[in-house]
């Protein structure tokens, strides 16, 4: 069974501070992607990853997919209020995708 | 665009009651998944669907029943449901194997 492990599970911080979240897993995934879901909605695709080690900028957040295709980490500069949510990874094996339990940002003004 | 569109959005059962979740998705997607979304857990596949009259058990199937009589619909069935079932269920459709997912709101269900 894939499973894949997200860090930390919560995380508050400041306005204006830089973070990063992990993703990680003991398996090779084809492909992984990082979605972010709000209270009361569903998860909302932020990127995909494909090849190993590749590296991948959407504004303030920045995405790796490691070498060996088993982890990724999202990296946000400058955090602001609007980023707070639940951020998960899904990585696809087999027919479908293996997603993370999520770490739980918080984006204090 | 509508997208993926859930209904009930919220529902309470007693045990052992049975109801019906309805996804309907406008995008003419071929893929289609019913998953349960529990808190620590992350989003697990309940049943999918590769196309219309086809139905696939995923991680988590017993307990479920599902339908896919038209392209458009994902039906999931509880037939008598129990307090382990209490979860928010997500539906979302994908155009190909493995690419993106796209996802309904959610409905928040309560066994008591």
């Known amino acids: 069974t894939q499973l894949l492990e997200q860090s930390p599970q919560f995380l508050s911080i400041q306005e204006g501070e830089n973070l990063t979240v992990y993703c990680n897993s003991s398996?090779?995934?084809?492909?992984l992607q990082w979605y972010r879901q709000e209270p009361g909605e569903g998860p909302v695709l932020l990127v995909t990853?494909?090849?190993?080690?590749e590296v991948k900028k959407l504004k303030r957040l920045t995405f790796q997919f490691g070498d060996a295709r088993k982890d990724s980490s999202l990296h946000i500069t400058a955090a602001q209020p609007g980023d707070t949510g639940l951020y998960l990874c899904?990585?696809?094996?087999?027919?479908?995708?293996?997603f993370g339990p999520g770490t739980r940002l918080s984006v204090l003004p | 665009n509508a997208g993926v569109t859930q209904t009930p959005k919220f529902r309470v059962l007693k045990t052992g009651q049975s109801m019906t979740l309805l996804c309907a998705q406008d995008?003419?997607?071929?893929?289609m998944y019913w998953y349960r979304q529990d808190p620590g857990m992350g989003l697990r596949l309940i049943h999918y669907?590769?196309?219309?009259?086809?139905?696939a058990k995923g991680e988590v199937p017993d307990g479920y029943n599902v339908s896919r009589l038209k392209k458009q619909n994902f039906l999931l069935g509880l037939e008598s449901a129990a307090p382990s079932q209490t979860s928010v269920y997500f539906c979302?459709?994908?155009?190909?194997?493995?690419?993106?997912?796209?996802f309904g709101n959610g409905t928040r269900l309560t066994v008591t």
């Open positions: 979302a459709s994908s155009n190909l194997l493995r690419s993106p997912l796209h």
């Open positions: 398996s090779v995934f084809s492909s």
């Open positions: 990853v494909v090849t190993g080690g």
């Open positions: 899904a990585g696809a094996g087999g027919q479908n995708f293996v």
């Open positions: 995008m003419n997607h071929e893929y």
């Open positions: 669907s590769v196309g219309e009259g086809t139905t």
